[in-house]
């Protein structure tokens, strides 16, 4: 008697999808240096018309549809694994987190309940932890690994309501004395926004404090807003430091802030979802000073760790109001397990995919050490590049020891911002339309600039130079315009 069912085609046959499947991704890791970094436009007409024939009514042999799939992504998409892709924090994955997606794909461990899952609920802990430990933060520290550095940071207002308002967790915002505002740098990432949009706090709860001029939170202006609100009724009780901003990787005063925030009793939340992978270079370390007296962090993964999208991870101080503000019971779910909690109940996430593999793998295979060779070669690296644009006449305008680096051309500036905003947001369409490297531009402080960031592991020297030469090609090929009122 046959009890296959329709979807079940076997060991063999699995097998041999799976070995067409690496087949098609080592070819893609092999030729993707050699193409284009993006294409020369979306190729939307181009999908769609190929997506029409995809009425999913018809069984297609696999090795007619996942070729399809790997040509598409291939011909249209912004190819984050190139080496000269300069962008947004999006690294090449390490092929120990590739192997790690495809056993927890495989595998598929539920770990919304620590019953089911206690081998892999233990080897994220066991991640989370060794994190801890390398920030300096206590061994009672707890956490989750989550989908993104956004839901860290929701979790993380959550965390900090429940500490600072006894009332929150079971009344809500209405049964608070006031209401609660937030502190981040204007210079932060501004998921903030959307997350005090989420949590009723309202957007206006969210206090962006001004920068000071190396793109850090300015201390001076934090005391006169947070005084102002404390004198006008309204209760702070979240303060945010960023190590190693979006925009221009700058590193907020920690000690200072860690300070202040014990002084006003406030949570101390940092961001470090970028930075904070610097946690595993001992030289590196001493960047992230003041990290160690956070309430929370935020880290991703799959930023600097080259972790596969998407790795955040979520580490507290508090894990009694980490379960505060996540715990629940139900008939449904199975008992729980002495001195371990239930991922479900210590996250935003209920349902929950074996995330963290990935980075236990890579970490397992590769060593700390070696993570922190590569961090330490991008570092210096971005010194590289940062030169290389300064004797071709780039002003850099942010001040970071990270790889990240922001210019400016001086005779661009001269028309006035308008016109330096568009001449610099055409030299970086030029570069991109070229497939020559992906950059982009950024505003820091107001001021229009081309933002290059060291992010796949596979970037070389080689690749410095190519995108120095690119730049250089694209300021000749385009014209400065004269603003008006601004004589040339």
């Known amino acids: 008697m046959n009890r296959q069912g329709p ?11 799976l070995t067409a499947a690496v087949d098609l991704v080592v070819q893609h890791a092999k030729e993707v240096a050699d193409g ?53 924090f999006n690294p090449t994955p390490t092929w120990w987190g590739v192997a790690g997606e495809l056993i927890a ?53 959550v965390v900090a309501l429940t500490r600072a308002f006894a009332t929150y967790p079971e009344q809500g915002l209405s049964g608070l004395p006031g209401r609660p505002v937030l502190y981040a740098s204007a210079e932060s990432h501004l998921a903030w926004l959307k997350i005090a949009h989420m949590t009723g706090l309202g957007r206006d709860a969210v206090r962006l404090v001004p920068s000071d001029s190396a793109h850090r939170m300015d201390l001076a202006r934090l005391h006169e807003m947070h005084a102002a609100d404390v004198a006008a009724g309204l209760r702070p009780f979240l303060l945010v430091g960023t190590a190693g901003t979006t925009a221009g990787g700058a590193l907020d005063p ?3 802030l860690a300070a202040r925030a014990r002084e006003w009793e406030l949570h101390f939340h940092v961001d470090a979802a970028w930075a904070g992978a610097v946690a595993l270079s001992d030289t590196l370390r001493p960047l992230l000073t003041g990290i160690e007296a956070a309430d929370s962090v935020t880290i991703d993964a799959h930023k600097w760790l080259s972790a596969p999208m998407g790795a955040g991870m979520f580490l507290t101080q508090h894990p009694a109001a980490l379960l505060q503000s996540f715990h629940a019971t139900t008939s449904y779910m199975p008992a729980e397990t002495e001195d371990a909690p239930d991922p479900y109940a210590t996250s935003v996430q209920w349902s929950r995919r074996f995330a963290g593999l990935k980075v236990f793998l890579a970490l397992a295979i590769a060593g700390r050490p070696a993570y922190a060779e590569q961090l330490e070669r991008d570092v210096h690296l971005g010194e590289l590049l940062a030169r290389r644009l300064s004797e071709d006449g780039w002003s850099r305008i942010n001040d970071t020891p990270l790889p990240v680096i922001c210019v400016a051309a001086p005779e661009a500036e001269t028309g006035g911002h308008e016109s330096s905003a568009g001449w610099h947001a055409a030299v970086a369409d030029h570069v991109v339309s070229s497939g020559a490297a992906w950059l982009s531009t950024v505003l ?14 596979r970037t070389s020297p080689a690749d410095i130079e190519a995108v120095v030469t690119a730049l250089a090609e694209a300021r000749k090929m385009t014209p400065i315009p004269t603003a008006k009122g601004h004589g040339r």
């Open 7 to 17: 979807l079940d085609v076997g060991e063999e046959e699995g097998a041999r999808l």
């Open 105 to 157: 794909a495989a595998v598929n461990p539920q770990l919304a309940a620590y019953s089911h899952a206690p081998a892999a609920v233990e080897m994220e802990r066991h991640v989370l932890r060794f994190m801890a430990g390398r920030l300096g933060l206590p061994a009672t520290t707890e956490g989750a690994f989550t989908v993104g550095g956004a839901e860290a940071n929701l979790t993380a207002v």
């Open 444 to 457: 820091l402080a107001g001021r229009p600039a081309l933002r290059l960031c060291i992010t796949s592991h």
């Open 254 to 256: 920690l000690p200072e």
């Open 36 to 88: 284009p970094v993006a294409p020369h436009e979306p190729g939307t007409a181009w999908l769609r018309e190929w997506l029409a024939g995809q009425d999913f009514e018809v069984a297609r042999a696999p090795g007619e549809a996942m070729p399809e799939v790997m040509e598409a992504l291939g011909r249209w998409g912004v190819h984050t694994t190139h080496p000269r892709y300069f962008g947004l």
